[in-house]
């Protein structure tokens, strides 16, 4: 089944009522209300992208970036998913394309639930990467009272 057919029965069995996609074929869901992951089939290739926002790219610094860059090399340690930097939002977008076939709602909830497992290990490694850069620029610059950091792409 694609995911346009088995979303409908996927929304109803999580609770939401029988949900289906926008004009473009896309439709987003929030998971425990803070976890908002797009899903966009593409026609051409068969495929389904599925995407979720991570951080905000201007807040992480080098290091960080070349951690998630050799993290998704070949999807070692992302589950199979990449990052990339959506330039127009600036932020770090963690996504992965499936093939646009499920055998049963079962399986696009394990795929869907794998890839969500990402989401959190990632935005919680991230978060607390810059919470703790956070707190010790503040520490150093007290003085100022401003804690910018900007990235270049």
Known sequence: MKFEEVLGDFS?????GRLGTDADGSVGLMFDNQH???FTPDAVDESLLVYC???DAGRLEKDELLRL????LLGAETGGA??????????IVLWKRFDNSFESVSDLEKKINTFLAQVIYWKEHIGERSADREIHAES??????FNFS????
């Open 12 to 16: 109803e069995k999580t609770g939401l």
């Open 36 to 38: 908002e992951i797009f």
């Open 53 to 55: 926002e991570i951080a």
């Open 69 to 72: 860059m050799k993290a998704s």
């Open 82 to 91: 990449s990052f990339g930097i959506h330039e127009g939002l600036k932020k």
């Open 140 to 145: 150093e610059n007290s003085d100022s009272g």
């Open 150 to 153: 900007a990235m270049s792409v």
